[in-house]
């Protein structure tokens, strides 16, 4: 509310001013009520002023406390003129009120100095304009105001300085606000009043010094003009906008502004319109003058045009330079690898090398947007060194990096290709933190006459298979295209299927030993295609993961799994499985509010969390983030959280320390020979020495044998899954147990 208030400030005090300037035309002339107002209305603005200061906080705060000064010395001129007049009854001129007078235009030509250094900066163009409304307005400055005066020998060579120092003053203040006015870029509310406030003093000014010479002026019929001057100079103080600079456009555009041109035609045409004036045509002296300063205006508007059109060109190189170049990298864009690769595509020798960089996004969610703008720059310039100094690098989108070579066998580019995975392989120092990044590099050749954008395609096509496979890097051929388009198609079918009812949940045991009890089931998505039979998980998996299909499968999943575990338990009570375990995805957990929606299926389903498991793969929680953060929700609902083919990742011991988990499920890579004596059964038995220690559960995965189920009981293992205790089935047999007991 408070901001809100000083916002409006200006208008209050501009109001206000206004009225009280309307007042003092009501009170009687030359008393000391009307010398009292008059002064009162100075004085409060030269306060304002500094309030203004104080209140917004400018980058040039000396500028406004120059321009408060001013007018305290102008209001000490008009009280030393009152005394001279009304007490001491004499009207010297000059007398010392002129001393405050003259002065008071020192601050003031100061202060505009250091604003419009600070507003308008160095910029030429507006100078130019400025200068040319100041020569033509000066003209008629010289013709009716400074030559009668110069030439008047009625007067004393001390009244004709003054006389003329007031109009020479008012003309440096012209040239200044002619440049406040005129200059290039966004003008602020400040200031417009600013200018409308020294023009107003200029009015009067020039007013008065005309008045004097041509008529007996007396009277206060020009007050008005010096009162609002005051009023708006505290009014542009009292703007918000007088904190910050005028906006400037990186590069100017001459603009057409209606008013300045016709402000500056005008001034052009000043000179020959006053030699028409027969009084003033016949002077020698005017006629010097005004040829001189119509010369001076011709050099002034050839400038003018040279900078516009040295200005142009300069713009049409930096707009050309701009449509090519990255912004972020300095390294060519999308448009500029284009256009080169076209050009080098004809020579049949033309081979394009993508670069994708992996965990970007993360990057950007996690450390922030300018750390994932330091990474890309480091990576782009590890790119550059790298590929050569004969290839052609581009940016071509936030996490991509293209290569092309114009001169290359399949051979050298390959080598080229193999030589940018140590663009990421080294961590990337950004603003304190070391940051991995990793990346998928895929190659296509120019042969075959493919246009650009297929090449590029290619390379894409390549790269992804690559991220997909972890090679170093690929490259394309023709059976990958086979290979999309039947991921493209099977993933417009996966979105028919799940509306279908295609998709299945079955349910594979988790028994514990020795009793060989199903404590828990895992739940496992099938495929029923109505044409093509079942479709393995491990096909159409992966591409609901690239889809984005996983979300909305892996949420009907556990709502279907969770359903089924209270329909067993209604049915079969203390026969029933303690706990239904579901598989999550990276992309579920990184959705925003997961661990929220999952406890609203609890609810519907009425399950007891503790009775929910999730498994997480080691990959999906590795890189911490949203992933991680929402397993500590889960943790905190109480649901069970299961760490899904333990020991095959690159730090899964690392995981133990920052991810909550309950469950290791120990990979099937590890069951497979642990009959054979040898590391497999050292590493398993070091697993189950983990789990124990840490106070975790254990499951073995892919026990098939009962020799595999007895080794692993004799290391201690009582959680083991596998096809000897079952397959995976809409409706187990939790009655059946194995032989372990029996052989």
Request: some cysteine; overall charge neutral.
């Amino acid at each position: 509310m408070r901001h809100v208030r000083a916002a409006h400030q200006w208008l209050w005090w501009t109001a206000g001013g206004a009225l009280a300037t309307g007042c003092y035309y009501l009170l009687p002339a030359d008393t000391v009520v009307s010398l009292a107002a008059y002064n009162t209305i100075g004085l409060l603005s030269a306060l304002a002023v500094l309030a203004g200061v104080r209140w917004h906080r400018p980058g040039r705060a000396v500028a406004w406390v120059l321009f408060s000064t001013g007018l305290i010395l102008s209001v000490c001129g008009d009280v030393a003129w009152w005394y001279l007049k009304n007490i001491l009854h004499v009207e010297p001129y000059p007398s010392v009120a002129d001393v405050f007078y003259l002065v008071s235009y020192l601050p003031l030509i100061g202060g505009l100095l250091l604003l419009l250094r600070w507003w308008r900066g160095g910029e030429s163009g507006g100078l130019i304009d400025a200068s040319m409304a100041a020569v033509g307005l000066s003209l008629v400055l010289w013709v009716f105001v400074l030559h009668p005066v110069a030439s008047d020998d009625s007067v004393s060579m001390l009244e004709r300085i003054v006389s003329t120092a007031y109009p020479a003053l008012d003309l440096l203040l012209l040239v200044m606000v002619a440049r406040l006015l005129t200059g290039g870029g966004a003008r602020t509310r400040s200031a417009d009043l600013l200018g409308v406030s020294m023009g107003l003093l200029l009015v009067a000014d020039v007013g008065f010094s005309v008045a004097s010479l041509h008529f007996d002026y007396e009277g206060r019929a020009l007050d008005w003009g010096w009162l609002l001057s005051y009023v708006l100079t505290a009014s542009a103080a009292l703007h918000p906008s007088m904190a910050a600079p005028a906006g400037r456009e990186s590069f100017e555009v001459p603009r057409s502004n209606r008013v300045r041109t016709v402000m500056l035609g005008g001034c052009a045409v000043l000179a020959p319109t006053l030699l028409f004036i027969p009084s003033i045509g016949a002077d020698t002296v005017n006629r010097t003058v005004i040829g001189a300063g119509a010369v001076v205006l011709f050099v002034l508007g050839m400038v003018r045009i040279v900078e516009i059109n040295g200005r142009v060109s300069r713009q049409a190189v930096e707009l050309q330079r701009l449509a090519m170049q990255d912004d972020l990298t300095g390294l060519g864009n999308r448009r500029y690898f284009y256009r080169a690769l076209g050009e080098a595509l004809p020579t049949d020798r033309a081979h394009v090398i993508l670069v994708g960089l992996s965990r970007l996004r993360d990057i950007n969610d996690e450390l922030g947007h300018a750390v994932g703008d330091q990474v890309i720059t480091e990576i782009g310039g590890r790119v550059r060194v790298l590929a050569g100094p004969e290839a052609t690098v581009a940016r071509l989108s936030g996490d991509e990096f293209a290569v092309l070579l114009t001169a290359a066998t399949a051979a050298q580019a390959d080598a080229v290709a193999a030589r940018l995975i140590r663009a990421v392989h080294d961590p990337v120092r950004a603003d304190g933190n070391e940051v991995l990044v990793g990346a998928g590099i895929g190659v296509a050749d120019g042969d075959s006459g493919a246009d650009a954008a297929e090449v590029l395609r290619r390379a894409g096509v390549a790269m992804c298979i690559a991220k997909q496979t972890g090679e170093a890097f690929r490259r394309w051929s023709p059976a990958f295209d086979e290979r999309s388009n039947e991921q493209v198609r099977l993933g417009a079918q996966m979105r028919h299927a799940l509306d279908a009812g295609q998709f299945h949940v079955v349910y594979q045991p988790i028994v514990a030993l020795p009793s060989q009890r199903t404590v828990a089931v895992e739940a496992l998505v099938r495929w029923q295609h109505p044409q093509r039979g079942p479709i393995s998980p491990g096909v159409f998996i992966p591409v609901a993961e690239r889809n984005g299909l996983i979300v909305e499968l892996g949420a009907w999943i556990l709502r279907t799994a969770c359903e089924q575990l209270v329909r067993w338990t209604a049915r079969l009570g203390p026969l029933a499985p303690d706990r239904v375990s579901v598989n999550v995805s990276a992309r579920q957990l990184a959705r925003p509010g997961f661990a929220a929606w999952v406890a609203a299926v609890l609810v519907d389903t009425g399950l007891p969390a503790y009775r929910l498991t999730v498994e997480v793969t080691e990959t999906a929680v590795f890189e911490g983030g949203p992933a991680v953060t929402a397993l500590h929700e889960l943790r905190t609902l109480g649901v069970r959280i299961a760490l899904d083919d333990f020991g095959t990742g690159h730090s899964s011991l690392g995981l133990l320390q920052t991810v909550p988990v309950d469950i290791l499920k120990i990979d099937k890579s590890f069951v497979d020979r642990i009959t054979e004596a040898g590391r497999h059964a050292v590493i398993a038995e070091a697993m189950i020495q983990v789990s124990h220690g840490l106070g975790l559960d254990a499951v073995a995965e892919g026990v098939e044998t009962a020799e595999q189920a007895q080794a692993l009981s004799r290391l201690g293992y009582r959680l083991l899954q596998g096809y000897y205790f079952g397959k995976p089935v809409p409706e187990p047999d939790f009655t059946a147990t194995g032989e372990l007991l029996t052989t």
